[in-house]
Structure formats: structure tokens, C-alpha cells
């Protein structure tokens, strides 16, 4: 084997590397030996079956919400809205929770479908600020998410505070019949996994089969000649966006009902953002989204067990993420250092 | 509300408004070159973190904004680095700059919240401070609020009226055309860039050693992505966009005066002030609506109208550009 394809075979280790050392060096700083540190992120993730479930809870949503953001990526939109595309289904899911008494096994179903409208509601909002309005997907997705946040806060410090009063932290806890049924004593519940594979799948076959993923893949490629091939793109742009929202609601009602036992205030917490890296780490292949997915919710599972062990704040878990997907995205391909090639950087933003 | 009361709300609006103001002009730059620096909610939160920091352990606020110049700089340069050299995506990798920076803060800064640090001493300019109404507005401040005054107007100098800015700008808009000329565009793109990175930089510095003292996990959270949505919103004119970033200074004094007025429980409503005005800015420069407004208006006033409302992107913002082939667009 020739030097050079050695090379090629390791380079995608280079940067898992660069991360363990760049937060291996600041668990030094920090006077932690790395040995220490990482020892507990790795006990903290897969120490013991508990906590190995506890990981796999925690990665359902994430990897619900990356896959809905590969539609949008292959669409070329930035769905930076997927976070409070999550918030507001975690919203309406407790809503139906809360307000509504139905029959057995209809009540969690309609918390669900719930959740998924709202979340594609919401992104919709942001698609029709982005055709009709052309205000950047990016900054409609964000202001929403604030807004989906805030209005969290006012629900749970207002008209759902709990009867005790007092607490800026959640409403009261949801009936059992409205939570998903869990495995044992974890807080994972295999539907969602279930529906985590269905949502796979579909994603999957929609981009690689139909006529519908071959239209997103047009827009996102190039939206002038996609629209001279008759690709509306402002249908195809809210079509995409609105499906991502949907999944990105599930993942929001999968919080609630089995993460969670009720709306808390920091109810997505971020994972919306960290589905945005999962997409970004896979470079849009749906199939790796629930192994990439899986590793980042170990590493934040762990770096919350090296906070309790070292005092260390728990952050460093996404120094190490981040880290990686920025080595990942700078220094990708190897040749990619050496070629020339015409491709454009990003499209030209219609702000 | 006696005259001296509003004077101090209009002068609390200027001294809120200004970390807001340097961090507009410092992405106007960048962008006005061509190159979109997204990462600016993180870039702003670690340089308040290291400003923060770095002006306590040296006592010096001058060691706390060059160190944030710094960080500011480097995220820049990572920017510029992997769009210009590496031709990667510039959007993504500003994203992810966005939540490094964010973590990273939490991380480094984790020792030093809630403490207290350096702070920019009062400076009022004599003679000018002492003018009735104008005097106590603008001239009675920080340092910090004079730097941004200066800095807005140099850099509209610079940009609008010498040949430098005429190069820069053409490094934006129509790059080829710039190189043809024999500009080095990316060379153009490399240092606007940086600059842009370091004013940012101060920026987020301005808030943790004066504006908004201290430091906190997340303390400018949210800031950085309503200087992007102001560039737009100026029209990527650094004056407009002090005009904006005053625009948002004042909604929350506003909210802050109303806020009272209301039952506690919806108080949190207020928070939602920044994010509905920025949804409106944009949509007031940006959708066709507004062109249908103006078309409603007499017409001696449409073009001026006109030119007030709506904003043009530079022509190649956000694009790369490869010497000797048609780039740009």
C-alpha cells in the first residue's frame, strides 16, 4: 500500500484527534488528567446498561430532528428553526396533555399528531417569511425559536403554572396514559425508536426514489435552473421546510412525554442546534444521521457525568463535538487541499 | 415625564445601543467585501468572556479589548481561512464558530462568573457635555460610546469616499470587475474581514468590561444574530446601521418603561421585543409589500421612499472567487 492511500484510509481519524486533544489540553488547564476526564465521559456513557439507555433516550430526538434537516439541507435551506420547530411541538403535545382526556391509546397519538402540525405550522411561518417575505430562512428560524422559547416561559410562569405555584421550572406532570410507555425504569421508549426507523426509512427512500426528492434536489443545486425546469421553488422550499418541521415537532413531543414527564422550561435545550453539526458531520447521507447522532448524545451524556465527578462545567462536551465538525468541514478531503475545483461557496444568500 | 427624565432615557438608548453599533460596522465591513462572518453570537460571546478575563487578571481594560480584538480576529480568520483558501462553505462554518464560541465561553469562563472585573471609566467631553439636551445625550458617556461614534463615521469615509473603499466595495460587488483592475480581491477579503472579526471582537468586550458588566454563562447571547439581521436592515451602510442598532436600543428601553405597567406574569412577554422587531425590520427592507406601499405614495416622494426602504445585498456577498475565471456573478 502505497504511502499516499494510507494517508487517505486515516485522514477521517485526523480530526476525531484534533478534538481529543484540543479538550484533552483543556482538561489540563483545567488541572483534570485526561485520563480522568475522558475515563468519566466514558462511564458516564456507557458505564453501565442505565446509562447506555439513558444515551439512547436522549439520542431519539436529536436524530429525529437531523433527519428531518437533511431534507432541507438537500433543499439548500438553512432550517436554523428546527430548535423552536422542537419547542413548540414539546408545546403542543402538553397541550393535549394537559386540556384533553381521550380513550386508552388515542390520547398520545393525537399529543403526537399535535406536536408534528405545530412543529410543521411553525416552519411554515418560516418558509412564508422566506418566499413571500424574503427575510433569510436563518434569521426567520431564529427569531422564532426565541419566540417559541419565550412563550414556553410564559406558559409555564402563567396559565400552566402549576397549582403550588412558585416554580419558573415546569407545569405539573402529565397522566400516565398521556406519557409513552418506557422500557423498564429508562426513559426510553421504544415507539419512538420505532418511529425513529420509520422516519429513516422515509427520508431515505423519499430522497433516493421519488420525483419529489429529485425536485428538492434541483432547488438546492441550483434554484435558477431548477425553476426553468419547473420546479416551483417557493412550493418545494415550504413542502420541505413544513416536513422538517414535523419531524422536528415529533422529537419535541418525544421530549415531553418520555425524556421528560412534563413542558419544562429548557425543554429542547439546544438539540436542534446539535442536529444542524449531526447533518453537517454526515454530509447529508440519512443512513449514517442515527450513528452519528448516537455518538453525539453520548459525549453530552458523558461530559453531565464529568461535571458531577470533577466540577468541570459540562460544556466541554460540545467544545469536543464542535471541534470536530469544524476540522470535519475545513479539512474534509484530503485532495480538496491540493484541487482546484469551480465549486461555489455557498449559494448567494436573497436576504 | 419631565424633559430631564427623557433626556436620561435617550441617553441610557445611546449608551445601550453602542456595543450593538461597533458590532454592526465591523460585520458591514466584512460583508461589504464579500464574506459572510455568521459566527457573530459566538464570536461576541467568548471576546466578552476573554475581555472579561483578560482585563481582571492584568487590570488594564486595554489588555481586556486587545485580547478580544483577538478572538474576534481568529474566529474571523478561520472564516476567511476556510472560504477563501479551502472553499468550504462559509454559512456552515460560521455556524459552528456560532455554537464553539458559545461553548467555549461557558467552558474557559467558568471560574469567573458573577465576579467583579475592570470597568471603562467615565469620560464627558467638557464643553460638549455641558450643551443643553444634546450635551447630556451624547457627550456625557464611556469612552467605549465615543469610540463608536468615531468608528461609525470613519468607516463610512472609508468605505463611501477614498479610493481604498471604492476597492473594498468592489471586492463585494463585482470582484471580477475589481480584478481586472488589479485588485487583489481576496487579499482585499482576507483583511476586511479580520477587521470586521476584531470590531466584533470589541464589541462583544464593550458589553463585559462597560455596558453590561460582568460576566455570565450566555451573557450576549441572542446580541450577535441582531447585529447580522441590523446589517440588513442598514442596508450594509455603517451609518443606517447605527440607525438600526439605536432602533433596537430604543425598543427595549421602551419595553423595559412599559413592562412595568403590566401584571408580573407577563412580563416575560417583553423578552419577545428584539425578535418581533427583528422579523419586521426585515420585512419592512425586504418583502414586496413594501414596494407596493411605496407605490401608493405621491409620487415626487417614491424614489426617496424608496431608497430609504428597500436595501440591495452586495453583488457578490457570500460567493467565491477564483482569479482568471468569471467569478463573482
Known amino acids: 500500500m502505497s504511502l499516499g492511500r494510507i494517508a487517505r484510509h486515516l485522514w477521517p481519524t485526523v480530526p476525531v484527534l484534533i478534538a481529543l486533544v484540543i479538550t484533552g489540553l483543556l482538561l489540563v488547564v483545567f488541572g483534570v488528567s485526561p485520563q480522568v476526564g475522558f475515563g468519566a465521559m466514558l462511564q458516564g456513557a456507557f458505564g453501565d446498561p442505565s446509562r447506555v439507555l439513558s444515551v439512547a433516550a436522549f439520542w431519539v430526538p436529536i436524530a429525529l430532528a437531523s433527519v428531518g434537516l437533511v431534507v432541507t439541507f438537500t433543499a439548500g435551506l438553512w432550517n436554523i428553526g428546527v430548535e423552536g420547530q422542537i419547542v413548540i411541538g414539546a408545546i403542543a403535545a402538553s397541550w393535549v396533555a394537559l386540556k384533553f382526556n381521550f380513550p386508552g391509546p388515542m390520547q398520545i397519538t393525537f399529543e403526537i399528531l399535535a406536536a408534528m402540525f405545530a412543529g410543521a405550522i411553525w416552519a411554515g411561518v418560516t418558509a412564508i417569511l422566506k418566499t413571500r417575505g424574503k427575510v433569510h430562512e436563518i434569521f426567520g428560524g431564529l427569531a422564532l425559536n426565541n419566540l417559541a422559547i419565550i412563550f414556553t416561559n410564559y406558559l409555564i410562569s402563567g396559565p400552566w403554572q402549576p397549582p403550588e405555584g412558585g416554580t419558573f421550572r415546569g407545569t405539573v406532570p402529565f397522566p400516565a396514559k398521556a406519557l409513552l410507555p418506557l422500557y423498564g425504569d429508562s426513559r426510553l421508549s421504544p415507539i419512538s425508536v420505532v418511529m425513529l426507523i420509520a422516519a429513516v426509512v422515509v427520508v431515505f427512500l423519499l430522497l433516493r426514489g421519488s420525483y419529489w426528492g429529485l425536485k428538492l434536489k434541483a432547488l438546492g443545486k441550483n434554484p435558477s435552473s431548477a425553476f426553468l425546469l419547473g420546479v416551483s421553488s417557493e412550493r418545494e422550499t415550504i413542502l420541505a421546510l413544513m416536513f422538517c418541521g414535523a419531524l422536528a415537532g415529533l422529537a419535541g413531543a418525544v421530549r415531553v412525554t418520555s425524556w421528560f414527564d412534563s413542558l419544562r422550561q429548557s425543554i429542547s435545550g439546544g438539540i436542534g442546534y446539535l442536529a444542524l453539526l449531526v447533518v453537517m458531520l454526515s454530509a447529508f447521507r440519512v443512513l449514517l444521521i442515527p450513528f452519528i447522532a448516537f455518538f453525539f448524545s453520548a459525549v453530552l451524556n458523558g461530559s453531565i457525568t464529568l461535571q458531577l465527578r470533577t466540577q468541570l462545567h459540562s460544556s466541554l462536551g460540545g467544545i469536543l463535538t464542535g471541534v470536530l465538525v469544524l476540522m470535519v468541514l475545513l479539512f474534509g478531503e484530503l485532495r480538496q487541499l491540493k484541487r482546484f475545483d469551480e465549486r461555489r461557496v455557498g449559494s448567494r444568500p436573497d436576504e | ?329
Open chain 2, 1 to 329: 415625564m419631565s424633559d430631564s427624565e427623557l433626556v436620561r432615557i435617550l441617553s441610557s438608548i445611546v449608551l445601550q445601543s453602542t456595543p450593538l453599533a461597533i458590532a454592526v460596522c465591523g460585520e458591514t465591513i466584512t460583508e461589504r467585501a464579500g464574506v459572510v462572518n455568521l459566527s457573530l453570537d459566538g464570536t461576541m460571546l467568548l471576546s466578552a468572556m476573554v475581555g472579561f478575563v483578560a482585563g481582571l487578571l492584568s487590570e488594564s481594560v486595554w489588555v481586556g479589548f486587545l485580547a478580544a480584538a483577538g478572538v474576534g480576529a481568529l474566529f474571523a480568520f478561520i472564516i476567511a481561512f476556510g472560504s477563501i483558501r479551502l472553499r468550504k462553505d462559509q454559512f456552515a462554518v460560521g455556524f459552528v464558530l456560532t455554537l464553539l464560541g458559545d461553548e467555549l465561553s461557558a467552558f474557559l469562563g467558568q471560574n469567573y462568573t458573577r465576579i467583579p472585573g475592570q470597568k471603562v471609566s467615565h469620560l464627558g467631553i467638557p464643553l460638549l457635555k455641558d450643551i443643553p439636551i444634546l450635551g447630556p445625550i451624547f457627550f456625557d458617556h464611556d469612552p467605549v460610546v465615543y469610540f463608536a461614534f468615531i468608528l461609525v463615521g470613519i468607516t463610512w469615509w472609508w468605505m463611501f469616499r477614498t479610493q481604498h473603499g471604492l476597492r473594498l466595495r468592489s471586492a463585494g460587488e463585482r470582484p471580477e470587475a475589481g480584478f481586472v483592475r488589479g485588485i487583489n480581491v481576496n487579499r482585499l477579503r482576507y483583511i476586511y474581514t479580520l477587521v470586521g472579526g476584531s470590531l466584533v471582537g470589541i464589541a462583544g468586550a464593550a458589553y463585559s468590561l462597560d455596558i453590561k458588566l460582568g460576566w455570565s454563562e450566555g451573557h450576549t447571547r441572542g446580541l450577535g444574530w441582531i447585529a447580522l439581521a441590523i446589517v440588513i436592515f442598514g442596508g450594509w451602510s455603517p451609518i443606517r446601521g447605527a440607525f438600526g442598532a439605536l432602533l433596537f436600543g430604543a425598543s427595549k428601553a421602551l419595553a423595559a418603561a412599559l413592562q412595568r405597567s403590566f401584571p408580573e406574569e407577563s412580563v416575560v412577554v417583553f423578552n419577545a421585543t428584539p425578535w418581533v422587531l427583528m422579523i419586521a425590520v426585515l420585512l419592512l427592507v425586504g418583502s414586496d409589500a413594501t414596494d407596493r406601499l411605496i407605490v401608493l405614495a405621491p409620487r415626487r416622494f417614491q424614489s426617496r421612499l424608496r431608497q430609504l426602504l428597500r436595501v440591495r445585498p452586495p453583488g457578490a456577498l457570500g460567493t467565491l472567487f477564483i482569479p482568471g475565471e468569471s467569478g463573482g456573478e
